[in-house]
């Protein structure tokens, strides 16, 4: 089979590898198509350190079930699928109160440099990570649904309610995230800040108004769009100046979720947290029931989730890809790509 390869930081090619063969209690899956995040090309570009030399990375996928393994029973070849990337040990107490993202022991497709993962022609994972989608929805879809599943987990673990002033920092692919897991959970007042017009102009479309933090005063701005200062911030960019902006930008008593993870290490104004109560809330992944309530979510195809694709590759556009957006020469938010090639009829 074919896979994308990262040969060396800033050296990613397609490869022949040999095909997965699925184990007890394991599946192989077929992709349809993989997206392209940014924790994958910070990973090869070697700034994040979380990707390594010879790694098949990928973890935002949908496919369809080639092969089961012995004792796989409620799935069946040729079911359309995602897969959630978390695999955790599923004893421990962390897994047993449904909270596999805090498992010891787990590992992440994609991350785990020794698991061939998603961007290649197949790939095989536990059968408890495979979650089944409607037939009836574009297939494409099913590869949101993991960034969509951590902006939803990060809005949660905020503790929204219904009349919460929500801000959130980055309109890249996590913070829209973010703003559709705050639709999802009910919030009606929602604004995103961003720098680039491209990422406002979509996030409008998303339902948040839109701010330019470089337009005058941050919270005088946000405040005049809310209604008052934010009462729960999201924190989609993760660097020393978005948790300064989120601090300065919210009000007495606000929750803080830093999801972003721009910087290993920030430099924090610990008085503008403490003096104001201010709470800040780490968010990282999800849960196995948050990322399958996210997949049923995504089976309905709300409005405008189509609008989150802006770019679709086969094998031969992968690296020159990978290498645009790591050098910053691509503005795009979501690339997926396609083993067998984009979709006839569909604008790349």
Not at 122 to 149: H, I, S, W
Not at 187 to 215: I, Q, T
Not at 307 to 320: K, S
């Amino acid at each position: 089979m074919r896979a994308l390869v990262l040969r060396d930081f800033y050296d990613i090619a397609v490869e022949e590898r040999p095909d997965p063969v699925a184990g007890a209690g394991q599946v192989v899956v077929e992709v349809i198509a993989t997206g392209i995040c940014g924790s994958d090309f910070h990973g090869y570009s070697g700034e994040n350190g979380r990707r390594h030399p010879g790694q098949i990375m990928g973890h935002e996928t949908v496919g369809r079930i080639q092969e089961l393994g012995a004792g796989v029973a409620e799935l069946t070849v040729g079911q359309l699928v995602t897969v959630n990337p978390v695999m955790s040990c599923h004893a421990c107490p962390a897994c047993m109160s449904g909270q596999e993202q805090w498992c010891s022991r787990r590992v992440v497709l994609g991350v785990a440099p020794e698991i061939p993962a998603a961007f290649a022609d197949r790939f095989v994972v536990p059968a408890a990570n495979v979650v089944p989608l409607p037939e009836d929805m574009p297939t494409e879809l099913g590869a949101l649904v993991e960034p969509l599943a951590v902006g939803y987990h990060a809005v949660r673990r905020g503790q929204p309610v219904p009349d919460d002033r929500v801000l959130v920092i980055g309109g890249g692919p996590i913070g829209q995230a973010c703003l559709l897991g705050a639709r999802q959970l009910g919030v009606k007042s929602l604004a995103l800040s961003d720098v680039s017009a491209s990422r406002r102009e979509l996030c409008a479309r998303l339902g948040a108004a839109v701010v330019d933090p470089a337009d005058g005063n941050l919270a005088d701005t946000v405040a005049a769009e809310l209604g008052g200062l934010p009462t729960l911030v999201v924190d989609a960019v993760g660097i020393s100046q978005t948790v300064a902006d989120a601090l300065a930008a919210s009000g007495l008593g606000s929750r803080i979720v830093l999801v972003g993870m721009g910087s290993p290490r920030l430099d924090l104004d610990a008085y503008a947290l403490s003096t104001a109560e201010r709470s800040l809330i780490g968010s990282f992944t999800y849960n196995a029931a948050e990322f399958a309530a996210t997949a049923e979510w995504v089976g309905t195809v709300p409005e405008g989730i189509d609008a989150l694709i802006d770019g679709r590759v086969g094998w031969e556009g992968a690296p020159q890809s990978f290498d645009d957006l790591a050098r910053g020469r691509s503005t795009a938010s979501k690339i997926l790509v396609f083993p067998q090639g984009p979709p006839e009829g569909v604008s790349a």
